[in-house]
């Protein structure tokens, strides 16, 4: 039962002048999560490069776990909190291992002292925990390369906190300090990858979801909407905007070369996406492209599709392989929601063979002779907006 968590920062200590920003994002979002999740008054302060929680009723496990998905978090440390006085720190240790279920083979005790008024410098401090933890638990045997069990001492001027546990986070920068973007969600393994990457960056989203009705069921909308308040756990609060898309997409489809299919259908997402970020004052486009993985994904390909927008087009999984992408989508729990089978209108529009070398000339013809701009603008005021709390739930 902790009362204390002992938050570390992650790269906010390679910040200068600006650091306090983003401790303020950071302290921020701690604050949301803690009123979302925690019953009863708490604290939330900066203390020596860190962030630290108080509360008088202690911290459920739920309450600590959600904090692993807060980027800018490197780590949550469940702590206790004793007076500057070595006489309690063992005692406190000692109730602290009592409490374990089941207490490793080995062990290790580690002291920060950052308080350098403190009588006992930090090796002396760990020579004497780890003699009075022998002493008491013989079981126990010291390994300081690969312990089963490390004892965590740390030294400020006004507390010592003392702590068994560290749990790591997404780590990253704070989401909100590196701007906003537009980020385009689709049913697959890809984009929410690449959403959860740029999160680690600091990048808040708002995100757009293509709806091919009628030519898929709602089984791909409902796809994107849970993958989506998955996503939403990564930021305060998170924006779907799921765009009719159909007759767009039955629109090219019917005035151009089916080689092209694909490639048109990506121009105009991206199109209609910088629609969106220009109306929300937005700073870039999010995608999940992986370099050759598609055919929309050829160097000539991302060539014309960098040429559609004038924003940045930030492509996180540019060089991940396959594999690489599954299993970042298992550890961020979208893995089972995008293995889910659902109608792709872009498949069901592929051509038999696409093209991988697009002809500048062709792709100019097309736009002089099918002008977009009305329908893109028509499918993006038509959109329904879904909006998802930080706890992923649909408000």
Avoid: W
């Avoid at 204390?4 to 983003?22: A, C, H, Q, S, W």
């Avoid at 060089?319 to 299993?327: D, V």
Wanted: aromatic share 8%; net charge positive.
């Amino acid at each position: 039962m902790y009362h204390t968590l002992v938050i570390n920062v992650d790269e906010l200590f390679l910040k200068g002048k600006n650091r306090p920003m983003y401790y303020r994002a950071l302290r921020g979002h701690t604050r949301e999560l803690l009123e979302a999740y925690h019953k009863g008054p708490f604290t939330c302060v900066n203390e020596e490069q860190r962030i630290v929680a108080r509360s008088e009723s202690p911290f459920s496990e739920e309450t600590i776990r959600v904090f692993l998905n807060v980027p800018g978090i490197h780590s949550i440390v469940p702590a206790r909190r004793i007076p500057v006085d070595f006489q309690q720190v063992f005692p406190t240790i000692k109730e602290e291992l009592q409490r374990l279920e089941g207490l490793p083979a080995t062990f290790k005790v580690v002291t920060r002292r950052s308080y350098k008024g403190f009588p006992m410098d930090s090796m002396e401090v760990c020579k004497e925990v780890g003699t009075l933890v022998l002493k008491e638990f013989p079981r126990l045997v010291v390994d300081v390369k690969n312990p089963g069990l490390v004892i965590e001492i740390r030294i400020l001027a006004n507390n010592i906190y003392v702590s068994t546990r560290k749990l790591l986070g997404v780590g990253g920068l704070p989401v909100g300090t590196s701007g906003h973007v537009v980020a385009l969600i689709s049913g697959g393994f890809d984009s929410p990858v690449a959403s959860f990457l740029m999160f680690k960056r600091g990048c808040r989203q708002t995100f757009i979801f293509f709806y091919a009705y009628p030519f898929v069921g709602h089984e791909v909308k409902d796809k994107a909407l849970k993958l989506v308040q998955i996503l939403g756990r990564y930021q305060l609060h998170s924006r779907l905007y799921i765009v009719p898309f159909g007759e767009v997409q039955d629109l090219i489809a019917k005035n151009c070369h089916e080689e092209y299919r694909t490639l048109l259908f990506r121009k105009a997402m991206l199109q209609c996406s910088t629609l969106l970020a220009r109306k929300l004052k937005a700073g870039a486009l999010l995608t999940g492209d992986s370099l050759g993985q598609v055919s929309s994904q050829t160097i000539g390909n991302i060539s014309v599709l960098d040429r559609v927008s004038p924003l940045p087009i930030f492509r996180p999984l540019l060089g991940y392989n396959k594999i690489e992408i599954i299993a970042l989508a298992k550890k961020i729990g979208t893995h089972d929601i995008s293995l889910i089978p659902h109608d792709d209108a872009c498949s069901l529009f592929a051509p038999k063979h696409p093209v991988i070398k697009p002809s500048s000339s062709y792709l100019e013809k097309f736009d002089n002779k099918v002008q977009l701009d009305e329908p893109l603008n028509k499918c993006l005021q038509e959109a329904e907006v879904v909006e998802i709390s930080l706890t992923g739930q649909l408000v």
